[in-house]
């Protein structure tokens, strides 16, 4: 019998911004999108005082100031390093596990029988408070469907929640809305309410013959997964197919040269994660967008593609086909909001096609990045970079509320006294 767990952080970047700073232990904390824009997560306590998720951060500026609600700008790069200690110390635990998302991961349990799985559990979220001070809350149960509704339950209760019982699951099942289930939302939850199946019990018992009529196979194998029947094992990390790397300006441009600069950051971030993935960028894809929601601006969005005649990783590669798709689609007299790379058609850098009149060798330039990712990875992100992304950078987002980057910068690392 397979036995499944979801590890998720609780308020995880709220709790990151705990970990660095003990005096906002009990005190609302709110954390904002690109460019302080919206608020994106919240603490128990900001949930607690009613503010919304989602919603623009000047609406709830009364309420901020009444309760004086901690404000953070995003801060990626301590809760992607505090994620990553995350995952190895639960990987110490059980090797059998899949990263489902920057706070949550599903682990194989059945392999550590006849321990006693809900103590190993209580082990586990110790262990991780102890060595990250991330609090976390695990959900066990005999699918991946059940193990995410007793984790809802752990984290109203001490926790830890197991499922496998039967009775348990018809207790809770019997209350839980059908359009809080995992995989159910939106348009789906509407069609089971319109076939009277409002309950997580209800979708249960029906007919998997007409969920699947309605809800397609992913229906159907929710069905089966909240009867217990395993559907949805443990997914490996498939090397993905293209990657984007795009993010709004702190600022309107109008001059090419900035939009130049931050489109090679957004290209040298991209290619870093295609190397890490072992893939070569057969082609590049370049967007530039004005701000639509400034109706007293002329609107201008455009996209080029070139296609590579060498597949490559190289980053001075991608940033001169970059250039040149933006050459492709700039026009002076528009105040631009964004641009973006996607790298295309990627495969596997092992993959060499031959080629009859170009003599084509990775090896200098594959050596070359490897050194540049070595050092970045070491010493921290942009410790090395390349002349055409800049220094001044003046477009970059707003985040005036950003707190140091301690784990992954030298010059940000807490200090005491």
């Known amino acids: 019998m397979k036995i499944f767990a979801l590890v998720d952080c609780n308020n995880f970047?709220?709790?990151?911004?705990?970990?660095?700073?003990?005096?906002?232990?009990?005190r609302a904390i709110v954390v904002?999108?690109?460019?302080?824009?919206?608020?994106?997560?919240?603490?128990?306590?900001?949930?607690?005082?009613?503010?919304?998720?989602?919603?623009?951060?000047?609406?709830?500026?009364?309420?901020?100031?009444?309760?004086?609600?901690?404000?953070?700008?995003?801060?990626?790069?301590?809760?992607?390093?505090?994620?990553?200690?995350?995952?190895?110390?639960?990987?110490?635990?059980?090797?059998?596990?899949?990263?489902?998302?920057?706070?949550?991961?599903?682990?194989?349990?059945?392999?550590?029988?006849?321990?006693?799985?809900?103590?190993?559990?209580?082990?586990?979220?110790?262990?991780?408070?102890?060595?990250?001070?991330i609090p976390v809350?695990?959900?066990?149960?005999?699918?991946?469907?059940?193990?995410?509704?007793?984790?809802?339950?752990?984290?109203?209760?001490?926790?830890?929640?197991?499922?496998?019982?039967?009775?348990?699951?018809d207790k809770i099942l019997q209350t839980l809305d059908a359009g809080k289930l995992w995989g159910i939302a939106g348009r789906w939850s509407e069609r089971l309410s319109r076939m009277n199946i409002k309950k997580a019990s209800e979708l249960r018992d029906a007919d998997p013959t007409i969920i699947r009529k309605h809800l397609s196979v992913v229906g159907e194998r929710i069905l089966r997964e909240l009867k217990g029947q395993p559907c949805i094992d443990l997914e490996?990390?498939?090397?993905?197919?293209?990657?984007?790397?795009?993010?709004?300006?702190?600022?309107?441009?109008?001059?090419?040269?900035?939009?130049?600069?931050?489109?090679?950051?957004?290209?040298?971030?991209?290619?870093?994660?295609?190397?890490?993935?072992?893939?070569?960028?057969?082609?590049?894809?370049?967007?530039?967008?004005?701000?639509?929601?400034?109706?007293?601006?002329?609107?201008?969005?455009?996209?080029?593609?070139?296609?590579?005649?060498?597949?490559?990783?190289?980053?001075?590669?991608?940033?001169?086909?970059?250039?040149?798709?933006?050459n492709k689609i700039y026009r002076h007299g528009y105040r631009y909001k964004k641009t973006g790379i996607m790298l295309l058609d990627l495969i596997p850098a092992s993959l060499e096609q031959k080629q009859l009149f170009n003599n084509v060798n990775h090896l200098s330039s594959d050596r070359m990045m490897d050194i540049v990712d070595l050092i970045n990875n070491d010493h921290g992100p942009d410790t090395l970079f390349f002349g055409a992304q800049g220094v001044v950078r003046e477009w970059k987002m707003r985040c005036g509320s950003r707190s140091p980057r301690y784990t992954t910068q030298w010059n940000e690392l807490l200090t005491v006294g």
């Open 13 to 26: 970047y709220a709790s990151c911004e705990r970990v660095f700073d003990p005096g906002l232990k009990g």
């Open 32 to 133: 904002l999108s690109n460019n302080d824009g919206c608020i994106v997560a919240r603490s128990n306590e900001a949930k607690a005082l009613g503010i919304p998720m989602g919603v623009p951060l000047f609406e709830q500026k009364a309420i901020i100031k009444k309760h004086d609600v901690a404000v953070f700008s995003s801060n990626y790069q301590l809760y992607g390093d505090m994620s990553q200690r995350v995952m190895n110390s639960i990987r110490l635990h059980v090797p059998d596990m899949e990263v489902y998302s920057i706070d949550e991961a599903f682990l194989r349990l059945d392999h550590l029988q006849p321990r006693n799985l809900y103590e190993y559990c209580k082990l586990i979220r110790r262990k991780i408070l102890q060595w990250t001070g």
């Open 137 to 169: 809350s695990i959900g066990i149960g005999p699918t991946k469907v059940l193990a995410k509704v007793a984790n809802h339950i752990a984290k109203k209760q001490n926790g830890i929640f197991d499922i496998r019982n039967r009775q348990e699951q």
């Open 236 to 326: 490996s990390i498939q090397p993905r197919k293209s990657i984007m790397s795009s993010k709004s300006f702190g600022n309107l441009l109008t001059k090419k040269e900035p939009l130049e600069e931050a489109l090679a950051n957004y290209a040298a971030r991209a290619c870093e994660k295609l190397r890490k993935q072992k893939s070569r960028a057969q082609a590049v894809y370049v967007f530039v967008q004005t701000n639509g929601f400034r109706k007293t601006d002329r609107q201008y969005n455009n996209a080029f593609t070139r296609t590579l005649s060498i597949p490559t990783s190289d980053t001075r590669v991608i940033i001169d086909a970059a250039k040149f798709c933006l």
